[in-house]
């Protein structure tokens, strides 16, 4: 296979005894080895494919919950609703005048969104600096809540954005029923809870 | 002028040693490699751009339907943890006292495993793991009887006498749900832990595709 015949004739020219052919005893490895870089190739490709990797979350201590002085201007709530709906508004919990629909996508999404609050925040109240590190940080405070029909990849992806965005402050919550109302509203304040807050 | 002849070589190369080399690797390669465990149910993992490798974990699976089941690390972890089930709360669930070493032995064969410990466990127990892994239905976790709390509170106990952990170095709980698991289950697995004092866990992903993660890196 691999190898070339370079004997060249053989034989013939002694005559006379008849002597049994001289086999050799090289067997053409070349197939074995091809098939054990084959299964090398296909250990190599589904161990490394198949871990998988992890994300930190932690959730805040409940004895020890410390009050820091919030400024409304910071907030931005997050909830996530069904089918990928991402909505948000900006002002404190409870005040659904400003609810906005957007998504996960990339460009143009909630990761926009949370980018422009950034800089909104940044300009307004500052930086914070990490003592360790020495990094700065945002002071934007992220409320992230599930309505009704969220999936759980939903709260990955959130989670993921808080990363992309290095988003520090950021928490799950509950959801206040009044958001419920205003999402299964489509976003618009139901005007029988407006006429409540107002009395 | 007789002719020059230059003396034909073999081009055949001597195979043994790359043969041997890539056995080797392929040896090493099989040795290392862990399959993945059976589990009583596909989960389908979501991306995530993380990448923070987690080894030793009590993982708890949270499936489609919402079911939440528990994954210990090893055999013998599992067999310490059905003693401390025992142990601690033997009030509530005395038929786990009262098991056979054929039916303890038969809990370590099942990697994951999620069922109503106040069913007929021992019954449960005398079949085969597979099909002990196959009739899987969930831990229980709602409020009223949250088992997957006892679960994983035996489970630190285990590893408490296993590797004697310092307060830092305690075992690790990851979370592993389907991407279209119903966010709430997961907020009850997430409320189970906090309850049992558990403030900081992973939440297991796979690596996101290359276009969603270098979008990323260009903010």
């Given at each position: 296979m691999a190898e070339i015949d370079t004997s060249g004739g053989g034989g013939g020219k002694h005559g006379g005894k008849v002597r049994?052919?001289?086999?050799?005893?090289?067997?053409?490895?070349?197939?074995?080895?091809?098939?054990?870089?084959?299964?090398?190739?296909f250990f190599m490709l589904t161990?490394?494919?198949?871990?998988?990797?992890?994300m930190d979350l932690s959730m805040p201590k409940k004895d020890k919950e410390k009050q820091k002085d919030v400024k409304e201007g910071q907030l931005i709530n997050v909830l996530l609703g069904k089918d990928d709906i991402v909505w948000y508004y900006e002002t404190k919990e409870g005040n659904m005048t400003d609810m906005k629909q957007t998504t996960f996508s990339g460009t143009g999404g909630i990761r926009d969104v949370i980018m422009r609050k950034h800089a909104r925040v940044d300009r307004d109240y500052g930086m914070d600096e990490d003592k360790k590190t020495k990094e700065k940080t945002h002071k934007t405070i992220v409320l992230i809540k599930m309505a009704e029909g969220a999936k759980y990849k939903d709260m990955v992806d959130i989670l993921d954005e808080m990363d992309i965005t290095k988003s520090k402050i950021y928490a799950i919550q509950d959801i206040v029923p009044i958001e419920q109302e205003t999402i299964d509203n489509d976003g618009k304040v139901k005007t029988e809870t407006v006429t409540v807050k107002q009395k | 002028m007789p002719k020059v002849k230059i003396p034909r070589k073999s081009t055949s190369v001597d195979m043994t040693a790359m043969c041997d080399v890539s056995f080797l690797l392929l040896t090493f390669f099989i040795l290392t490699s862990k399959f993945k465990p059976t589990e009583p149910v596909a989960i389908d993992l979501p991306n995530s751009r993380s990448s923070?490798?987690?080894?030793?974990?009590?993982?708890i699976s949270v499936d489609k339907n919402g079911k939440a089941y528990i994954n210990y690390p090893s055999a013998t972890f599992r067999l310490k943890t059905l003693e401390k089930m025992g142990e601690y709360y033997k009030d509530k669930y005395p038929q786990l006292t009262q098991l056979t070493d054929k039916q303890k032995n038969n809990f370590a064969q099942?990697?994951?495993?999620?069922f109503d410990s106040k069913s007929n466990i021992p019954e449960l127990l005398s079949k085969k793991p597979d099909e002990i892994s196959k009739m899987s239905t969930g831990i229980p976790m709602d409020?009223?009887?949250?088992?997957?709390?006892?679960w994983i509170q035996a489970g630190r106990y285990a590893d408490v006498d296993i590797n004697h952990p310092t307060a830092n170095g305690a075992i690790r709980i990851a979370i592993k749900g389907d991407k279209q698991t119903d966010v709430k289950a997961v907020q009850q697995v997430i409320k189970t832990l906090t309850d049992n004092d558990i403030h900081t866990f992973n939440l297991i992903t796979?690596?996101?595709?290359?276009?969603?993660s270098a979008t990323a890196d260009q903010k």
């Open positions: 049994g052919k001289k086999l050799s005893t090289k067997v053409d490895l070349t197939p074995m080895v091809d098939l054990a870089f084959l299964l090398i190739t161990t490394s494919l198949n871990k998988p990797k992890a | 923070i490798q987690v080894n030793d974990a009590i993982k099942v990697e994951t495993f999620g409020s009223l009887d949250n088992q997957l709390g006892d796979t690596l996101a595709g290359g276009s969603t």
